[in-house]
């Protein structure tokens, strides 16, 4: 086949809805703009002999670059293409395009993408006040979307006849949307109530034995009472309140994850608030906590918070229909949202022995131009062997 030139292009677009309407009329409802483009040109004027043939490439993504952001007011995606360019009038070119996912895992440092060794990120903070003394732990302040969300907090009165009245956490996430060119700025709040899955008394009760002290009678409806109500009335003093709540938060359908983009801003904070109290008071004490969370893509879980080699990637437990319940049931309490499923779904696992059998087929096809083995020789162009593990720099 002759060819002018072998094409191949990485492209990044943004757009953004704009239904009160952009420019002097209002009239431009919707922005689009190209953020990258960046060209390869594999191949110029020649003949391509029958057979599989193949050109190595690679793009440089800048750290810098904006992940993929699919809100439904703006999205940021990117897809490579390739261009079999032929020469003659009557003669087509041969094209494709390849979408892809770009994910940040937003990693405290470059050195901590190639470390299992993550620093904490857990939160601990303390708020005094002259009824109580409260002291909150947050377990991890970078999590995925859809995920569990453990949160502790302790109470320790400075005074007695302390009721716990109601117990408020709610995630916020702020969205500022921006459109430069026309000098567009918009900003929302979304409050997002955080589901309870379970408590857990963290109280040691052999210690509060020796110490001659009563244990938590306190059951789980009065500890929801707390949190869906208010005036729980939940006697605190002698007894230790120390639990453990564990919730889920909002997937991807609804929450976005966070970014740093100037134009399509989204950051999320959690906010804790106690209503506490006494036999002496008619005006009820307010102890509050609030803190920046990072919420990850949802595809990005635990195991995708760091980088894996390719060859990893690659060997990553697939997931089929039949598989997907199952998947569900093992994971008690925790929400899968469909898009990371459907990522699962499409991932591809390869053994030593299948690369080899594959790149057998691969070479045995070159010799021949049936079409099926051209269909078998366009199969194994995707699954080439992986490129080596990552090299630290010293």
Same mark, same amino acid.
């Given at each position: ?65 904006? @992940? ?5 007011? *703006? ?6 293409? *390739?261009?079999? !360019?032929? +020469? ?5 070119? #041969? ?11 937003? *990693?405290? &440092? ?69 459109? +430069? @060119? ?24 052999? !210690? ?5 002290? +009563? ?6 409806? !009065? ?12 006697? #605190? ?124 087929? &691969? ?14 020789? !366009? ?16």
């Amino acid at each position: 086949m002759t060819t002018s030139q072998v094409n191949l292009k990485l492209i990044g677009k943004s757009n953004m809805f704009w239904p009160e309407g952009l420019g002097p009329r209002g009239s431009k409802v919707y922005h689009e703009k190209t953020i990258l483009e960046q060209n390869i040109i594999l191949e110029t004027e020649g003949t391509l002999l029958p057979g599989l043939n193949r050109w190595p490439f690679e793009f440089l993504i800048p750290n810098s670059l904006v @992940e993929t952001i699919e809100d439904e007011m *703006a999205q940021v995606s990117y897809y490579v293409s *390739a261009t079999v !360019q032929r +020469p003659g009038m009557s003669v087509p070119n #041969l094209r494709c395009r390849h979408n892809i996912l770009l994910l940040r895992t937003l *990693a405290p &440092s470059a050195d901590a993408l190639t470390s299992h060794a993550l620093p904490t990120t857990s939160i601990i903070a303390e708020r005094r006040s002259e009824v109580c003394d409260a002291t909150f732990y947050i377990e991890k302040s970078t999590v995925s979307s859809g995920t569990q969300f453990p949160i502790s907090i302790v109470l320790s009165t400075q005074m007695k006849h302390v009721c716990l009245e109601s117990l408020d956490i709610v995630l916020t996430e702020r969205r500022v949307y921006q459109v +430069p @060119e026309y000098g567009a700025r918009k900003a929302e709040l979304h409050d997002f109530k955080l589901q309870l899955v379970s408590v857990t008394d963290m109280a040691d009760r052999e !210690q509060l034995r020796q110490a001659m002290l +009563p244990s938590s009678d306190l059951d789980l409806l !009065q500890i929801k009472r707390a949190i869906t109500g208010k005036n729980a009335h939940i006697p #605190l003093g002698s007894t230790p309140f120390q639990y453990k709540f564990i919730f889920t938060l909002p997937n991807c359908l609804t929450m976005n994850h966070t970014t740093y983009s100037k134009e399509m801003n989204f950051l999320h904070h959690l906010k804790i608030d106690l209503e506490l109290s006494t036999a002496d008071s008619v005006q009820k004490k307010q102890i509050h906590l609030e803190t920046p969370i990072t919420i990850l893509d949802c595809r990005l879980k635990e195991d995708f918070v760091t980088l894996p080699t390719y060859q990893e990637a690659l060997s990553h437990t697939t997931v089929d229909e039949e598989d997907e319940e199952d998947l569900i049931k093992k994971r008690a309490g925790f929400f899968i949202c469909p898009c990371y499923m459907e990522y699962k779904k499409k991932s591809v696992r390869f053994t030593k022995k299948g690369w080899d059998v594959l790149l057998h087929s &691969s070479a045995s096809s070159s010799d021949t131009s049936c079409p099926s083995s051209r269909n078998a020789s !366009q199969e194994s162009l995707l699954l080439l062997p992986p490129p080596p593990p990552y090299q630290l720099e010293k």
